[in-house]
């Protein structure tokens, strides 16, 4: 594989790992307090829904002139890794709180505790909850498979990264039963909002008819620049911050909530 194939590869599979720990999170929270088989009803109805997504507009979007499709893709992930780099700039800097698993499965658990008495049979609750978690995670996962597959008309290569984070991540969640809290999640969300960014940049720019030099070896330029840009905004932050100002011990956004991109 090309340099930009594995940058592509590793950033899908980043991705793919937060939103499917996120919508691990709900699942369990759901399965374990109300009803397993309605849990998992809600992420197979999601799954199918999100296969249909992917293949439907997968074809559409390869069809595109390559320019055009660039300058699309690039405007894109760049507004989208922004907003990645945006929240985990606040985090790092103490002005968000960080994304915390276990806690969010508690106020999960409290919420489908209080939702009312399981009927015999089928649980709606359990089946709404998965679906919409599964869902709302998984059309952001649909969203980077598409842009950067389509881009480099290697969907399968994206769809081939997005299934094995998810599969891992499955895998791990079935053996431990709990959250994985021990997941470093918003290291991740820094380094996926730093490889959206600068993907959105190069392509974009590509798009637009400007050459970067060295072609494809640009990235290791940009990549690097953006990370060392983003670490020093949220240094600069941290340091001109007074203490009252860090908010690192708050409560987190419930996940069932959506927080648009992380």
Known sequence: ????????????????TVEAVEALTIV???????????????????????AAIVAALGPALTSLPIDLLRVLI?????????????KAILRSAGLQAKHDEQKI??????????????RAGFDGYAFAISFKGVLLEGLEVAFI????????????????????????????????RAPLAKVPENTMKFAVGVMLS??????????????????DAALLVIIPGVLLAAV???????????????????????????EGPR
């Open 1 to 16: 594989m090309s340099g930009t194939e594995v940058g592509l590869a590793i950033s899908v599979f980043l991705a793919c």
């Open 28 to 50: 369990l929270a759901v399965g374990t307090t109300r009803n397993w088989f309605s849990a998992m009803s809600g992420v197979g109805a999601a799954t199918v829904a999100l």
């Open 74 to 86: 690039g405007g894109l992930l760049l507004v989208f890794g922004l907003q990645w780099l945006r």
């Open 105 to 118: 499965f508690k106020e999960e658990i409290k919420a489908a505790r209080a939702a009312g008495e399981q």
């Open 145 to 176: 498979v598409l842009t950067f597959g389509a881009n480099q008309h290697r969907v399968g290569l994206a769809a081939g990264a997005a299934g094995t984070a998810v599969l891992l991540v499955v895998i791990a969640g079935a053996a431990a």
């Open 198 to 215: 600068s993907f959105g940049m190069f392509w974009g720019t590509e798009g637009a008819g400007a050459s970067w030099p060295s072609g």
């Open 232 to 258: 020093a905004m949220a240094s600069t932050v941290r340091r001109a911050l007074p203490p009252t100002a860090n908010v690192e011990a708050g409560e987190p956004a419930a996940a069932t909530g959506g």
